[in-house]
């Protein structure tokens, strides 16, 4: 059942979906949590452009026209620009806020519209180069020390990103006329916003910034507020509002911000993830940071995200050829042996001269190394988990106690219950040994087509379930 056939269902079909969800409230009496699917866009990709500070052509080709369209049939909702569409280091003719290829990142954008998908750029509220000519010291985060003179900044690659903080009037002037602007024309469907935010709970605010409640390390106020407008523009205008904190964390705010939450940037395992984000409120996009994940099989993504009611983010576009970070006139953090990211970018760069053909990497999250089954696989399970998540679907997730089982649920096996016009059951199976539980309802397995009451897990492994 897709979003907009929700309300074009007949009778019969509203009679089914009712008389599931009875079922289903009847059978579970405790979960972890319990949540129903509205405006969910599921599958969603970072659709890398080129190896900026380089110049390239963001004008489509053959090849974005067909990886697109097989992106499209496979009914994936969202592509997500990286910073490879605007010019930060104004080494090509352009900014931070305007694209160096104007044209060509128009058509891009009415390419993915015809197709029936909606793209995002990305923007950050908090990441500036200093050597930028419009940057002001004032409006940067200030380290916590006595004399609070040192600026917060990430510096890696050619970035030399200061912290601008969000309770600062002056960066706030400057800054949302700027987003607004993307939003007007470049006719884009949101933003992605990297926040490149360090708490203000500890650190040394200038006079000049005036936090508009009290700062503490459970609550980020100013930038609460600050992302609260940016969310309340880009809503305005039937946009999508994606954010990025760092790590495995969220905003720390007590009213909604944001519409979807990437994570999993420098987190090396994925149990971790699971674990550190499965609280978070959805929609949450975990993106594994391949630079320090290590895995088994491309399953183990799938294993961590669908019964938590996610998906993982698809790292994919044109082939990502390393040589962002050997462009000639470009300052470098040096050496650049020492450098996670440049490091990254070389290994990838190694691949690419002895792979000139393929198979390819394709974003900064990919490993130095091609998998070659990974986009088949995650087309694979993304078929299986769209219908799961379809517009009004309720789920319960982490099933606690309920009648759906005869005995208990044993240690370490996870199971999440899926409800519209189908009932779904997925059993995740987190320990070292393979599980077994009996069921009270029959169900057909959606890979195997078995069917029965009695179902065995193997260990690190996922079963997805129909009820007959």
């Known amino acids: 059942?897709?979003?907009?056939?929700?309300?074009?269902?007949?009778?019969?079909?509203?009679?089914?979906?009712?008389?599931?969800?009875?079922?289903?409230?009847?059978?579970?009496?405790?979960?972890?949590?319990k949540w129903m699917v509205k405006d969910y866009l599921p599958g969603q990709v970072t659709y890398?452009?080129?190896?900026?500070?380089?110049?390239?052509?963001?004008?489509?080709?053959?090849?974005?026209?067909?990886?697109?369209?097989?992106?499209?049939?496979?009914?994936?909702?969202?592509?997500?620009?990286?910073?490879?569409?605007?010019?930060?280091?104004?080494?090509?003719?352009?900014?931070?806020?305007?694209?160096?290829?104007?044209?060509?990142?128009?058509?891009?954008?009415?390419?993915?519209?015809?197709?029936?998908?909606?793209?995002?750029?990305?923007?950050?509220?908090?990441?500036?180069?200093?050597?930028?000519?419009?940057?002001?010291?004032?409006?940067?985060?200030?380290?916590a020390s006595t004399s609070g003179d040192k600026i917060q900044k990430s510096v890696q690659l050619f970035y030399q990103y200061a912290h601008c903080s969000p309770a600062s009037p002056g960066w706030r002037a400057y800054l949302l006329p700027k987003l607004e602007r993307i939003l007007d024309e470049y006719e884009v469907d949101g933003l992605y916003d990297d926040l490149g935010y360090d708490s203000l709970a500890n650190a040394t605010q200038p006079k000049s910034h005036i936090s508009p409640g009290i700062e503490t390390i459970e609550h980020d106020a100013a930038l609460e507020d600050l992302l609260g407008i940016v969310h309340g523009m880009v809503r305005s205008k039937g946009g999508i509002f994606k954010v990025h904190r760092q790590e495995a964390t969220i905003p720390l705010s007590e009213i909604p911000v944001y519409d979807y939450l990437w994570v999993g940037e420098s987190v090396g395992s994925l149990d971790h993830l699971r674990e550190a984000t499965k609280d978070f409120s959805p929609y949450v996009v975990p993106c594994p940071d391949m630079r320090e994940v290590k895995i088994e099989k491309e399953d183990d993504f799938y294993l961590h995200t669908i019964p938590y009611l996610r998906f993982p983010?698809?790292?994919?576009?044109?082939?990502?050829?390393?040589?962002?970070?050997?462009?000639?006139?470009?300052?470098?953090?040096?050496?650049?042996?020492?450098?996670?990211?440049?490091?990254?970018?070389?290994?990838?760069?190694?691949?690419?001269?002895?792979?000139p053909d393929g198979p390819y990497i394709y974003g900064w999250w990919d490993s130095s190394f091609a998998r070659p089954e990974a986009r088949r696989r995650w087309f694979y399970y993304f078929d299986l988990y769209r219908p799961m998540v379809?517009?009004?679907?309720?789920?319960?997730?982490?099933?606690?106690?309920?009648?759906?089982?005869?005995?208990?649920?044993?240690?370490?096996?996870?199971?999440?219950?899926?409800?519209?016009?189908?009932?779904?059951?997925?059993?995740?199976?987190?320990?070292?040994?393979?599980?077994?539980?009996?069921?009270?309802?029959?169900?057909?397995?959606?890979?195997?087509?078995?069917?029965?009451?009695?179902?065995?897990?193997?260990?690190?492994?996922?079963?997805?379930?129909?009820?007959?």
């Open 48 to 143: 890398n452009l080129g190896e900026y500070p380089q110049r390239f052509s963001i004008e489509p080709t053959t090849y974005d026209i067909e990886l697109l369209t097989e992106f499209a049939k496979h009914n994936v909702g969202l592509i997500q620009i990286h910073e490879e569409w605007n010019d930060p280091l104004r080494v090509l003719g352009a900014d931070k806020f305007t694209s160096h290829d104007e044209e060509g990142f128009r058509h891009f954008i009415k390419l993915v519209h015809s197709l029936g998908m909606k793209i995002i750029p990305y923007i950050s509220t908090g990441f500036f180069d200093i050597r930028d000519p419009d940057f002001r010291e004032e409006w940067a985060i200030r380290a």
């Open 390 to 468: 379809s517009e009004g679907s309720w789920v319960w997730i982490e099933v606690q106690e309920s009648k759906l089982f005869k005995g208990d649920i044993p240690d370490n096996l996870v199971v999440t219950l899926f409800v519209n016009e189908n009932t779904y059951l997925v059993l995740a199976n987190y320990g070292k040994s393979p599980v077994s539980i009996s069921t009270t309802w029959s169900w057909k397995d959606r890979e195997s087509e078995a069917k029965g009451q009695s179902w065995t897990v193997p260990a690190r492994r996922l079963k997805m379930l129909q009820r007959i």
């Open 313 to 355: 983010l698809r790292v994919d576009g044109r082939p990502m050829t390393g040589e962002r970070c050997m462009v000639s006139g470009i300052k470098y953090d040096e050496p650049w042996e020492k450098e996670a990211v440049n490091a990254h970018c070389h290994r990838i760069h190694n691949y690419y001269i002895n792979h």
């Open 1 to 33: 059942m897709s979003k907009m056939r929700i309300a074009e269902l007949d009778a019969e079909t509203h009679q089914q979906r009712q008389k599931n969800l009875l079922d289903a409230n009847k059978s579970v009496s405790k979960s972890r949590r």
